[in-house]
């Protein structure tokens, strides 16, 4: 994807730059074509006089090429232009330089140097016999064609740094963008795979320290179907990328659920749930599922053998989502803690607080009083439902 734009940025400015060139050639062209065919037919004149036709040629071909500067520094065409309106009477140079001086630059006397060139141009306008030869129509068409289009330039200059600013925070926005839903994949990818991981991990070892074989067979279903389970939420999120929906919400029957499966590995859970299907929006449903989840996962790996309470209940306008236990107890059950464990990256209470606070709620977590720990936060009842975090 970063490289994808990469290419299409510098195919972009590549353009850019071509198209850029292509201008500036064809206004060297135009300067060319007024000033050597004029010096050509006779038609061309100093200020002082008639000027020898080589030095018309040389000051036309020079000004031409200052059009091809006119981007980088103002200045070489400024000076050409007012030097050719004074050796050949051409004043359309004096036109593009003026335009260029503010379109291309940002001149804090550009005001003194288009008022210099528009004299030149009046006074140029008005020796040349080949016009009328009135001095207000002369100063009419100065600052009608050479103050105006410096002007118009300073207008097109600020057009052009406020499309700049524009889409530089479009792409700042879409840069944003893309990190927040990369994060919201971690975390539903670490919230997914690290909860089942750490059950088939826990009946894994339970397996292999089993003194009757009896128990091989359930404790084996139960890893086939924590791995179900994971390839079917992995699937679910899969899909959602692909068709670009958001996946469905978890409420309380899928807390229950939760605990369920929790029991079934062997936690001693108490589970005290009172939310009301409807009024609660989907994103705090799902933050309510990821934190009871994240919760039990956390007690599978470091404290198997803990008593835990699961509290989600309504008070005061919010909803208070709760997972505590008590200390493990037993060699055994932190062996396998130990094992599990290994298998987590260490980022689920960061990506749950994340979640949390998405939503407009508030997480606590840390040790209890009596050797526990403890998840705790308070949601709002409602929040943003565009996407489901």
């Not at 690290?194 to 139960?222: C, F, K, Q, S, Y």
């Not at 198997?304 to 306008?317: E, I, T």
Request: glycine share 8%; net charge negative; aromatic share 6%.
């Amino acid at each position: 994807m970063a490289h994808t734009e990469y290419v299409r940025d510098e195919h972009g400015e590549s353009v850019k730059r071509y198209r850029s060139l292509l201008v500036d050639l064809l206004l060297a062209a135009a300067v060319l074509a007024f000033t050597i065919p004029t010096t050509a037919i006779g038609h061309s004149y100093a200020l002082w006089g008639d000027p020898p036709d080589w030095l018309s040629h040389l000051v036309g071909a020079i000004t031409a090429a200052t059009m091809l500067v006119r981007r980088r520094t103002p200045w070489p065409a400024i000076i050409a232009s007012a030097v050719c309106a004074c050796v050949t009477a051409q004043t359309v140079p004096l036109i593009l330089a003026a335009f260029s001086m503010t379109s291309e630059h940002r001149m804090r006397s550009w005001k003194i140097v288009a008022l210099v060139l528009t004299a030149v141009y009046a006074v140029a306008d008005y020796v040349d016999p080949y016009t009328d030869e009135t001095l207000y129509l002369s100063v009419v068409r100065a600052l009608t064609l050479v103050y105006l289009p410096a002007l118009v330039g300073t207008w097109v200059c600020k057009y052009r740094g406020l499309v700049g600013e524009l889409r530089a925070g479009v792409r700042e926005r879409e840069e944003f963008a893309a990190s927040e839903e990369r994060r919201r994949l971690a975390r539903e990818l670490h919230d997914t795979v690290t909860h089942a991981v750490t059950g088939m991990v826990l009946n894994a070892g339970i397996i292999r320290d089993v003194e009757d074989p009896a128990e091989i067979p359930e404790l084996a279903a139960g890893i086939e179907d924590k791995g179900v389970q994971a390839l079917a939420e992995l699937r679910q999120l899969l899909t959602v990328l692909r068709r670009d929906e958001v996946p469905a919400a978890r409420g309380a029957d899928a807390i229950a659920r939760l605990v369920r499966d929790a029991e079934a590995a062997g936690l001693r859970v108490d589970l005290h749930l009172d939310l009301p299907e409807d009024g609660l929006s989907p994103r705090v449903k799902h933050a309510c599922y990821r934190l009871v989840q994240e919760g039990l996962s956390n007690v599978r790996k470091h404290a198997p053998g803990a008593l835990v309470q699961v509290s989600c209940v309504l008070d005061g306008g919010q909803v208070c989502v709760r997972v505590d236990n008590t200390a493990g107890e037993g060699y055994h059950t932190h062996t396998m803690a130990r094992r599990a464990a290994s298998a987590g990256g260490g980022y689920g209470l960061d990506g749950l607080r994340e979640r949390v606070t998405l939503v407009g709620g508030r997480l606590t977590a840390g040790p209890t009083p009596d050797g526990g720990f403890a998840i705790a936060a308070r949601l709002p009842l409602s929040a943003d439902d565009r996407s489901v975090e």
